[in-house]
């Protein structure tokens, strides 16, 4: 079954607690990327990636890092989480057509 | 002016009803166009690409005005399980997103 993977679905953490949010595709796909979103605010791109080895910032990129090691794999890391990245947090892969295929979200809390 | 325009609603209409919303964008490069579905707390499914000739999917119909910069979306014969909120997506060098438009169908 295609399908994009991401974890933890659901954390509570604290100020400044370095965390990682794992996304895997099995699709092949070469174009992957990551969003959060935010009430009234819509789905906005933290990172995205073309393919392996190749990042680049999206509209809100401060505060997250992300890298691209294999192709299936998109991991996102906060490395000192603040309570304004509170969010919900999706991973994506696209096909070359431009379907995205989303994650079922990690909804992130820190306090 | 914002790169996507979209109306939250909420659009609270009966089964049965037609309801039918538009989707603005600023970068005239869109070059292909999407509408999305997404259920409270879950991620987005994709529910139909938008083509310059429009194009139906059953109950759902699709247009888009390149003239105008908008696409829009209908929905024919509400059902209750059409409550969700619908997202416009469009691509050029990227992909840009509208907040939503809320569709809550009563019985």
């Known amino acids: 079954e295609a399908q994009v993977t991401q974890n933890p679905r659901y954390l509570i953490t604290v100020t400044g607690k370095k965390l990682t949010v794992t996304c895997s595709q099995n699709?092949?796909?070469?174009?992957m990327s990551w969003y959060r979103q935010d009430p009234g605010l819509g789905l906005r791109q933290i990172y995205y990636?073309?393919?392996?080895?190749?990042?680049d910032k999206g509209d809100v990129p401060e505060g997250y890092k992300v890298s691209r090691k294999e192709k299936r794999n998109f991991p996102l890391i906060l490395e000192s989480p603040s309570p304004n990245q509170t969010s919900l947090y999706f991973c994506?892969?696209?096909?070359?057509?431009?379907?995205?295929?989303f994650g079922e979200g990690s909804r992130l809390t820190v306090l | 002016r914002k790169e996507v325009e979209q109306d939250p609603g909420p659009f609270n209409v009966p089964e049965g009803a037609t309801v039918a919303f538009n989707c603005t964008y600023s970068?005239?490069?869109?070059?292909?166009f999407f509408w999305y579905r997404q259920d409270c707390r879950k991620e987005p499914k994709l529910l139909m690409s938008?083509?310059?000739s429009g194009n139906e999917d059953g109950r759902f119909t699709a247009q888009l005005n390149r003239a105008s910069q908008y696409i829009s979306l209908l929905i024919r014969d509400s059902k209750l399980s059409d409550s969700a909120t619908y997202l416009c997506?469009?691509?050029?060098?990227?992909?840009?997103f509208g907040a939503g438009t809320t569709v809550t169908v009563r019985a």
């Open positions: 938008v083509y310059s």
């Open positions: 699709m092949n796909h070469e174009y």
């Open positions: 990636s073309m393919n392996v080895e190749v990042t």
């Open positions: 994506a892969s696209r096909t070359g057509t431009g379907e995205l295929f």
């Open positions: 997506v469009f691509n050029d060098y990227k992909l840009s």
């Open positions: 970068n005239s490069a869109s070059q292909s």
